[in-house]
């Protein structure tokens, strides 16, 4: 039988594959749970103005789900918050408009799905020079196999 038959062989040592009934093929992509999500960003001496904080972005060989996000300036209370994924520059909004209260932590639980590169924004409105904001984000990765 021509081709690899032996799913003991190297070759089938990445991915999944299965016998169709005439060769060994490789299976799609399987998605699932690699490793919890956490992420912390700050800004601890702002300007005056509307000020972005960024997250890290999502590594090569992975899939992040963000579940939820949660951000605070500690200093003054912001005239608004927005928060978006910096997916390929067009992404909606997915919270806008919300203005929480100073020093106090505001949590919103999100289903986002970030891929290679990809960003979670929040942008604080209004701050005031030398405020200290920070974000921080929860969720889960997945390894890409293919």
Known sequence: MPGVTNPAEAFFKDGSWSWDGTKWRKQPMLFGFSDTLADRQ??????????????????????????????????????SIVIWPAT??????????????????????????????????????????????EMQMAGYSMSIVE
């Open 42 to 79: 700050f800004i601890a001496d702002t300007g005056a103005g509307d000020i972005d904080l960024t997250s890290s972005a999502v590594p090569a060989g992975e899939i992040w789900v963000v579940t939820n996000i949660a951000y605070r300036n500690r200093d003054t209370a912001c005239s």
């Open 88 to 133: 390929d520059g067009k992404s909606p909004p997915i919270i806008a408009n919300y203005a929480p209260t100073a020093g106090q932590w505001d949590c919103q639980v999100i289903n986002v799905v970030l891929e290679e590169g990809d960003t979670m924004v929040v942008r604080f409105n209004d701050c005031v020079a030398l405020d200290y904001i």
